[in-house]
């Protein structure tokens, strides 16, 4: 029964463009996925270790900045480059995991915040590299063929079946990450860190390894974003409020749940998005409203509720 | 050798607003053990008042505090009555959490209503600045600098010498003890709560006419103020008002003598390393 549900929400993933191909429906599900990478990587740190990040956007900006800077410099097409991305990500994700977890709890998040307030602003200083507060675009993405066809970038409907794939990556990482090693230890670090640590878990080695496979998918997600929109600038891939709205996907959707995220980020992104529609502006307010309840009435997260009544385990 | 005194002045200005805002949160975490994220939109909230007062009231925004500290402080009772009372037992991370919520919410809904706009507060009496001894003192930061000496001269008078004022400090030095003793800590921890926010209002209301204004101004004001405590400790008042007295002087020295950009960036660098180092705060005073 569960295999034909995941077999059916997998087909579902893959031919859900040519059932709804409005462009504006294509958008929103190309931000709805991109979303449940961001969100997936801030619960593989926040849920399962339980250490709260309030600057997963440096993983974002550095995996979007990477991309954009192989491309433009060097000619790497971006399929090459969203890897890279997040592979740099994930490197710079060891110093800021060595000093950050020196420290505990709230202490953590505020120098998560600090650490990644230095990043923008060395982001919007060294001109020489990224340009500075002008930003990067990107006018035109390389020619490929896809089992003989072109591929026209014009169109949204490749961005989504790559977005797709990233999102079926970070869901399944998250699986297998519950089933190892590495998620047990998280597990017992977030319910009790000096216990963990009693019975000989390598807490900083675990919370780092923790924050890197995290900070991968932040830069994976980071460089579709870059190649996504085409254009990026420190403010928009390295603000404090893009680190807050991946906190909150991730909660309202269910922490140290596997589809959580997903979940939080099919209820958060369409309401926020539908919202920009009619207003342009304040989106942002549904989500504060949306961690305000869930936090006093539902802190396991609604696919955290759901999968009880449900009787699924993830 | 006169830029350096001219940057040590204008830091020191500007520091006193940044200690006040400061004091609001660190005795918000004395009492409660919360970390306040809201805490930069209520200072938000205190610049729009004097924007608001001068568009629409047609009264001098310094003037304008007496309407916004008290109404300031019946916002803070609603708040910890109906939003965070309940939320506070769950912990500090759910609390930190509740408080982003809670921020992003106040800064959209400013967004909504008062639209993204940058706008500035003009006074007629502050073209020129003040030359004491050939440095120049903007008028409306000077102003600002002599009413953030009074009210921080006046909180302290209320914290060290009224019965409320002891309870309060009693109450964030030793919960439990301050219970046993008689002391009502839900009715401290509202009027703390009260109390912090109309001190960041009133301090928004200073800044008001010397920083553009615009609803999200709170996140970078929140993530300034984090380094302030932090550096004077968390929980204790005067180290609050030396780290905002310091991280003023330290950025206005940066501006001049570091780069301009980076100048903020200096406040997060020592922020980390005194979180890493010296976690009590530089002076050894806070709890952590």
């Known amino acids: ?314 | 050798m006169e830029t350096f005194v001219q940057s040590i002045v204008s830091g020191i200005l500007t520091g006193s607003l940044y200690a006040m805002i400061g004091v609001g949160l660190t005795v918000i975490f004395g009492v409660m053990r919360i970390i306040n994220m809201a805490h930069g939109d209520m200072v938000m909230f205190g610049m729009y008042g004097a924007f608001l007062s001068i568009a629409f009231l047609k009264i001098d925004p310094f003037l304008s505090i007496v309407i916004w500290i008290p109404l300031a402080f019946f916002v803070g009772v609603f708040i910890y009555r109906f939003l965070l009372k309940n939320i506070v037992p769950a912990g500090e991370l759910n609390t930190l959490l509740y408080t982003a919520g809670l921020s992003l919410f106040i800064a959209n809904f400013v967004l909504l209503v008062a639209t993204g706009d940058y706008r500035t507060i003009k006074l007629k009496y502050a073209i020129m600045p003040l030359r004491p001894f050939g440095i120049a003192v903007p008028i409306p930061l000077a102003i600002a600098f002599g009413m953030a000496i009074l009210i921080t001269i006046a909180l302290y008078w209320f914290l060290v010498r009224t019965d409320t004022g002891r309870a309060i400090r009693a109450t964030s030095q030793e919960p439990e003890a301050a219970a046993l003793m008689g002391v009502n800590v839900d009715r401290m921890a509202v009027i703390t709560f009260a109390l912090g926010t109309a001190l960041a209002c009133a301090a928004g209301v200073l800044l008001a006419p010397s920083l553009y204004l615009y609803p999200t101004v709170g996140e970078i004001l929140v993530a300034k103020c984090f380094v302030i405590v932090v550096l004077g400790g968390l929980g204790s008042v005067p180290g609050a008002i030396a780290g905002g007295l310091l991280l003023g002087v330290v950025e206005s020295l940066g501006a001049v003598y570091v780069s301009v950009p980076y100048k903020d960036a200096i406040g997060f660098v020592i922020f980390l390393l005194v979180l890493l180092f010296r976690p009590s705060g530089l002076f050894g005073v806070g709890k952590s």
């Open chain 1, 1 to 314: 029964m569960k295999k034909i549900v995941i077999a059916l929400a997998i087909l579902l993933l893959f031919t859900a463009p040519w059932i709804v191909s409005s462009p504006f429906f294509v958008h929103l599900m190309i931000m709805v996925l991109m979303w449940a990478v961001l969100g997936a990587s801030w619960n593989i740190l926040g849920g399962f270790t339980g250490q709260v990040s309030f600057g997963h956007a440096t993983f974002l900006g550095a995996g979007a900045y990477t991309t954009m800077i192989l491309y433009l410099k060097l000619g790497v097409a971006p399929w090459y480059g969203i890897p890279i991305g997040g592979l740099v990500a994930a490197l710079i994700a060891l110093p800021i995991g060595f000093i950050c977890f020196r420290l505990r709890g709230p202490y953590f998040a505020l120098s998560t915040l600090a650490v990644a307030e230095i990043i923008r602003l060395v982001a919007l200083n060294w001109e020489s590299l990224t340009n500075g507060p002008v930003g990067l675009l990107i006018t035109t993405l390389p020619d490929v063929t896809f089992w003989g066809k072109s591929i026209d970038w014009e169109s949204k409907i490749p961005f989504y079946y790559i977005i797709a794939v990233i999102a079926l990556a970070a869901i399944v990482a998250t699986d297998i990450m519950s089933r190892t090693r590495l998620g047990a230890y998280s597990l017992a670090i977030r319910e009790d860190i000096d216990s963990a640590e009693a019975i000989g878990i390598n807490t900083v080695q675990t919370r780092v390894a923790a924050l890197s496979l995290s900070a991968f998918f932040a830069g994976v997600a980071g460089g579709f974003y870059a190649m996504y929109l085409r254009y990026i600038d420190p403010d928009a891939v390295f603000s404090i409020a893009l680190s807050v709205e991946m906190v909150f996907i991730a909660v309202v959707g269910g922490l140290t749940t596997v589809a959580g995220p997903l979940v939080g980020a099919i209820v958060l992104v369409t309401f926020g998005e539908t919202f920009r529609q009619i207003l342009l502006v304040g989106h942002l307010i549904l989500y504060g409203l949306a961690m305000m309840l869930a936090i006093r009435y539902m802190p396991e997260g609604i696919w955290g509720k759901l999968r009880l009544w449900l009787g699924v385990q993830h």
